[in-house]
């Protein structure tokens, strides 16, 4: 049976030269190093696919923890596409896979215009398909080898009669589909076209520009303008291909987009002027944003031409080779109404402050300076609130406390807006801040309203948030009262006191209030893990547990008394126990505890905004779109022809006895892909040339 010629997984072959470059060239050219390349890239791609690509280092320490986010780091997994590892694979590929087309389509192309004219008749027994038909004279094997002739053109085959004097050889010999090889050099060019366009468009040609225009990353922080940026930092409008973003807030104008890099960023000149006439949003009932678009005035720097268009997701805007894209939106400079509560200290005077995102407030005390900064805002907030098991035992809860996280990030069962919120930062003297993240409405958790403001001492770090219960105006003053009160020596005396007097007997109430002044001093120099401290500093071990569950409720009775007091010093009556009052007195102590390691001497929150809306868009410039797209097409032709366009050869013989005379004529066919139809065309030839 003939053998269709297939092409070898060997590589390059060099008779000449040292011992390790022919070593090296035969394993570049071979197929088995580029399937090998091949493969190492699909998993990568796929790793790229589903791991989030640029996103905040926070994200992925959320995501993976700290010792895995620092291993996927190391290997680049987070910027997989422009990995240098990645680079170095693709480029291996690329060389690979045009050794191996240097290496196999000459000699592709020479098999498809052969002729297999030299298949002699022993090898008929070893086709898959093949006839023998009987014929009794020379006219009817004539006959015959006409009507396949006949057929065989119909049906697109190319015929070639070879004149010969062996009789075993064919008298005819047909094919069709021989260039299904293309198939195999379409697919492997595809290959070598989309790499060559992946390098085209990955950061290599910007790197290659910003070392040969002498260019160096910087770090944007801190720079108020463009212009404080130094040449060196910044792309001229040549750059050969970037992925770069722009934010533009509502009503302003830029031409200057930022290229981000590892360890800084560069300023691109962009060679357009963008206006972000108005940005549109639309949400679904949960909050979550379905629709947005971006409506833009483009003015062209070199002829100055104006376009208006609307930029929305995946319909960018392509002006002069460059893609604009809508990737997000972000606050564009709101103004924020804030208000500022004091933490600690016998006082509660406020203090009403108006600021701008992006902008920055002293504010003087008489032990320190700090300043305010704030540094984001957004309207609309989509959580994922759940009802959560209750504090079963609030005092061993909050013993060693930390701040508890803003919402059950593990169930996606109730997913709602929870409202605006915004950040801001607290900067000493010294240049050290922490930042927080504060919700402007009370969020229901466990039940109850609360108040969520995070905290974390640096970008790389989760928020822990302080719950700060609500009262039923949905305010801070409730809160803020009992905080005054419980910083004032002489007002936790009193309560003590009114509490000794309501609970126990006339004899024993200076001993029970001198309990409840301890545990409340306790409590306001070093919150419940200080009066833990106090129990294991005071209570022998064996009765520690018993004595625990005696002070938490003196102290909650106490801290009731305290918050009653302050009421009536406000002029306000006193409320009666009830389940509401006494989860809030619950959950203002814990609120109070958590406060002391809150670290920072206000609390900072939002009364009102005007909102400014901006648009981040994407701006890329892809050279090699244009060269991937052609893969892509050589690809799907390749394919296509791999699988739809089959090979098919047929040999016609006819058998001579010994006496020279013409016995039968013999048909057989083979194809490089067995199909039904292929069946069936064989039967169709065989019945056509028998005699009638």
Same mark, same amino acid.
């Given at each position: ?249 509502? #009503? ?5 987009? %930022?290229?981000?890099?590892?360890? @800084?960023?560069?300023?691109?000149? !962009? &060679?357009? =002027? +963008? ?56 606050? #564009? ?5 804030? %208000?500022?509560?004091?933490?600690? @200290?016998?006082?509660?005077?406020? !203090? &009403?402050? =108006? +600021? ?78 922490? =930042? ?257």
């Amino acid at each position: 049976m003939q053998d269709f010629d297939k092409p070898s997984t060997g590589g390059i072959e060099l008779r000449h030269g040292s011992a390790w470059v022919r070593e090296a060239i035969e394993l570049l050219s071979s197929m088995r190093f580029a399937i090998s390349a091949l493969s190492v890239l699909c998993i990568a791609s796929a790793i790229g696919t589903i791991v989030p690509q640029a996103s905040p280092d926070i994200n992925y320490v959320n995501q993976f923890g700290a010792f895995w986010a620092e291993v996927f780091a190391a290997f680049d997994v987070f910027r997989v596409y422009n990995a240098p590892w990645f680079l170095v694979f693709m480029a291996l590929m690329l060389i690979s896979t045009t050794l191996c087309l240097i290496r196999n389509t000459p000699k592709m192309l020479r098999e498809a215009r052969a002729w297999p004219l030299h298949v002699r008749d022993r090898a008929f027994v070893a086709f898959r398909h093949r006839h023998e038909n009987a014929v009794t004279n020379e006219s009817q094997a004539v006959l015959s080898v006409q009507q396949a002739t006949d057929w065989l053109k119909s049906h697109g085959y190319a015929i070639k009669n070879p004149v010969s004097n062996d009789a075993s050889l064919p008298v005819l010999v047909a094919k069709k589909g021989a260039y299904n090889r293309l198939g195999y050099i379409f697919a492997h060019l595809a290959i070598v076209v989309i790499s060559l366009g992946g390098l085209l468009d990955s950061e290599i040609p910007t790197r290659a520009a910003a070392w040969w225009w002498e260019k160096a990353p910087i770090n944007l922080a801190g720079l108020n303008s463009a212009e404080e940026v130094p040449a060196s930092a910044k792309m001229p409008q040549a750059t050969p291909t970037y992925r770069a973003n722009l934010l533009i807030p509502e #009503g302003q104008t830029s031409d200057m987009a %930022v290229i981000n890099r590892p360890g @800084g960023a560069f300023l691109l000149d !962009l &060679p357009f =002027e +963008l206006t972000l006439k108005a940005f549109r949003v639309d949400y679904y009932s949960t909050g979550m944003p379905k629709l947005f678009a971006s409506d833009v005035v483009l003015k062209d720097k070199t002829d100055g031409t104006l376009r208006e268009a609307t930029i929305e997701v995946n319909k960018p805007l392509i002006h002069r080779g460059v893609a604009i894209y809508q990737s997000s939106f972000d606050d #564009g400079g709101s103004k924020l109404k804030l %208000v500022a509560h004091p933490l600690s @200290g016998p006082v509660r005077q406020l !203090l &009403p402050i =108006e +600021l701008a995102v992006g902008q920055s407030l002293p504010l003087r005390s008489q032990d320190q300076t700090l300043a305010l900064e704030v540094s984001g805002f957004k309207a609309i907030n989509v959580e994922n609130i759940s009802d959560q098991e209750p504090i079963e035992d609030p005092f061993k809860k909050h013993a060693a406390t930390v701040l508890s996280p803003a919402v059950n990030v593990t169930t996606t069962a109730n997913q709602r807006n929870v409202g605006p919120s915004f950040n801001y930062k607290l900067r000493d003297t010294a240049g050290q801040a922490r =930042e927080f993240h504060s919700y402007m409405l009370p969020i229901d958790l466990d039940g109850a309203p609360v108040f969520l403001v995070g905290v974390r001492n640096s970008p790389d770090e989760t928020f822990r948030y302080l719950r700060i219960p609500a009262d039923e105006d949905g305010s801070l003053n409730e809160y803020m009262r009992l905080r005054v009160a419980m910083a004032n020596p002489e007002v936790r005396q009193r309560a003590a006191e009114i509490f000794a007097q309501r609970s126990a007997p006339e004899n024993l109430a200076p001993a029970l209030a001198s309990s409840a002044k301890r545990s409340l001093d306790a409590v306001a120099e070093g919150g419940l893990e200080g009066l833990a401290d106090l129990l294991e500093q005071t209570v022998p071990e064996a009765e520690r547990d018993r004595a625990s569950d005696v002070v938490v409720r003196m102290l909650t009775s106490a801290f009731w008394e305290l918050w009653q007091l302050a009421r009536v010093d406000a002029g306000l009556p006193r409320l009666e126990q009830n389940d509401t009052t006494l989860n809030f007195t619950q959950r203002a102590l814990n609120a109070y505890s958590d406060s002391q390691i809150f670290g920072a001497p206000i609390l900072v929150m939002l009364d009102g905004f005007d909102q400014v809306q901006a648009s981040v868009f994407q701006v890329t410039r892809s050279p090699g779109k244009t060269t991937v797209y052609l893969g892509c097409l050589l690809l799907t032709l390749g394919i296509f022809a791999m699988l739809y366009i089959p090979e098919r050869r047929v040999w016609v013989w006819r058998r001579v006895n010994g006496e020279g005379q013409v016995e039968s004529v013999r048909v057989a066919a083979s194809s490089t892909r067995h199909s039904l139809d292929f069946d069936r065309e064989f039967q169709e030839l065989s019945t056509h040339i028998k005699p009638h």
